[in-house]
């Protein structure tokens, strides 16, 4: 490292452990009040990874600025697997199974999937998907449901109400932690060696199966090796964190430029909690990245389209597509593409109606009942909020209502989404597991640093294209809020409804790339000072969201 690098690094590292001690002292305050001395070696532990992670990130992003020490050179890449496989590591523990938006939901998704891949009944008659019994914990952590047995000899809840129990992780506090550390990953089943079987009262998200895959695949393991629900659970989000680092690590590879961007996007706070969990957001980030890498990398780098590039972007649409299908107005990104690289207007024209057709016959095939009942009905209940809902046609019929909700959105909830983006109110949307805004804010200005122009930096993305990557992500954005007005918000709402930040993250970073200009140039280029800095932010996330959730009692 230069002397300028070398003093960065040790001022993060410093300036970490400075940060860790108020926290050590609030982990202290809990375990005084709760009785856990356990606590204190976990709080420990987690300090001592989180710092270490970063200085080994520090280590491989400053050293390749001083020539003597090229020859430990990493690839940026590179450089990013090792960070999310290791940062994602430990959030999956310091935020545990079932903390994440909707991460019971997609936990028994794939669940669901794991009984199919073992040759096993995915349902009972009634579609409710079938579980082992002991890993009944994981919906009932505090034993709160009147459970019996069926006359099929499975075990069922009398009230099968999914708010009825205490789901594990879904409101993390002192307890969480009390619990995984008396279940363990490897004890024998809860209910015996040879365990039954049980209905979850949680209903599958209705979505293509490759969302689940991952997931699926460490649950499935997780039985063969025969470990216990906790073993259960973090195999399969493993499986999911490794599943995102590799695809984001394949994208990084395939950008003809911007990585930098996509490295600090992919690694922010909200981005690694979602990696680390059970949520098809990690399938849909990754996704969309490489989608994006791909038309960028076509449009200008490759020489000339070959058909299996088509064939990528179309697999990849149709994988993801299902998910949101609003995501798909990022096809408008392969028209960055130049035609004459597919060889002329025919072919031009062949690949789009590949693309676009892969994705029409998954939606057909996904989500077709889905779309037709938002197209056709004209009567609407939100359930939540126990009131009558948007239809359609209610929307497209009063275009000035429709405006001024987008109006009233924009300017009450802007602040919200870019801390949801961010990284604050982790866990299951919880305003106590938050990000200090200072951080936020340190996040926020990294990104801009990285997006803005360097010294001899030559300008890409300009003029024409860079206008229609701006109109993609608008129109994008509001087809985000329009979904989410139309299936989530009540009538009476001021607002559109149940929009979060983190929805933006998979166009995020071709967003980013579009700010350089002529006008705001940096006077160096220190992308990877900040980048490092970025994983120090993130060590001492880690660390405060541990202790808060060791005084939570």
Not at 99 to 124: F, K, Q, V, W
Request: glycine share 8%; proline share 4%; with cysteine.
């Amino acid at each position: 490292m230069k002397n300028k690098e070398y003093r960065t690094y040790i001022i993060g590292l410093l300036l970490m452990i400075i940060l860790a001690i108020p926290h050590f002292l609030d982990t202290e305050a809990g375990i005084l009040e709760s009785g856990n001395q356990w606590i204190l070696s976990r709080y420990l532990l987690v300090a001592f990874c989180g710092i270490m992670v970063a200085a080994v990130c520090g280590f491989g992003l400053l050293c390749q600025n001083n020539p003597k020490e090229s020859r430990m050179a990493l690839p940026l890449e590179t450089i990013f697997l090792i960070a999310a496989l290791l940062f994602g590591a430990v959030y999956l523990y310091v935020l545990p199974p079932l903390s994440a938006p909707d991460e019971a939901c997609h936990y028994i998704t794939s669940y669901r999937l794991s009984n199919r891949l073992m040759g096993l009944p995915m349902t009972d008659q009634e579609g409710k998907v079938l579980i082992r019994e002991e890993d009944w914990f994981a919906e009932d952590s505090c034993g709160d449901y009147q459970v019996y047995l069926r006359e099929d000899g499975i075990l069922a809840a009398v009230d099968e109400s999914a708010d009825a129990a205490k789901v594990l992780g879904q409101t993390l506090t002192e307890e969480t932690y009390r619990l995984i550390h008396e279940k363990g990953t490897t004890a024998a089943p809860a209910f015996g060696e040879n365990s039954g079987t049980a209905v979850s009262v949680h209903l599958p998200v209705a979505t293509t199966p490759f969302a689940h895959v991952m997931p699926a695949l460490g649950i499935t393991l997780a039985r063969i090796l025969g470990l216990n629900s906790m073993g259960l659970l973090y195999l399969g989000r493993l499986m999911n964190l490794v599943f995102y680092a590799a695809v984001t690590w394949l994208a990084m590879r395939r950008l003809p430029f911007g990585k930098e961007m996509l490295f600090g996007v992919a690694l922010l706070p909200m981005s690694i909690h979602l990696s680390a969990s059970f949520s098809y957001d990690a399938f849909i980030m990754a996704g969309m990245f490489y989608f994006a890498a791909c038309c960028l990398d076509l449009a200008y780098r490759a020489e000339r389209v070959r058909p299996v590039d088509v064939l990528v972007l179309a697999l990849v649409m149709a994988a993801v597509g299902p998910c949101k299908m609003v995501y798909a107005v990022l096809m408008g990104l392969c028209l960055l593409i130049p035609v004459r690289k597919f060889g002329g207007w025919g072919k031009w024209l062949l690949s789009a109606a590949c693309v676009l057709g892969a994705w029409v016959i998954a939606m057909v095939l996904i989500n077709g009942q889905t779309v037709a009942a938002y197209a056709t009905e004209t009567d609407t209940y939100i359930i939540w909020a126990e009131e009558s809902g948007y239809s359609l046609s209610l929307l497209l019929h009063r275009p000035l209502k429709t405006m001024a909700m987008y109006y009233r959105t924009f300017l009450w909830q802007l602040e919200h989404y870019h801390l949801t983006m961010i990284g604050a109110y982790l866990g299951n949307v919880d305003p106590v597991l938050d990000v200090p805004y200072a951080v936020v804010v340190f996040f926020t200005c990294g990104l801009l640093g990285l997006a803005f122009r360097k010294p001899g930096e030559n300008l890409i993305l300009i003029g024409g294209k860079r206008i229609w990557i701006w109109l993609v992500c608008l129109v994008l954005a509001g087809a985000l809020l329009f979904s989410m007005l139309l299936a989530w918000t009540p009538i009476g709402s001021k607002v559109i409804s149940g929009v979060q930040g983190r929805y933006f993250l998979p166009f995020l970073p071709v967003l980013l790339m579009t700010l350089k200009n002529d006008t705001i140039v940096l006077t160096k280029n220190a992308d990877r000072s900040i980048l490092y800095l970025m994983c120090c932010a993130n060590a001492y996330v880690l660390l405060r969201l541990f202790s808060i959730v060791s005084i939570r009692l």
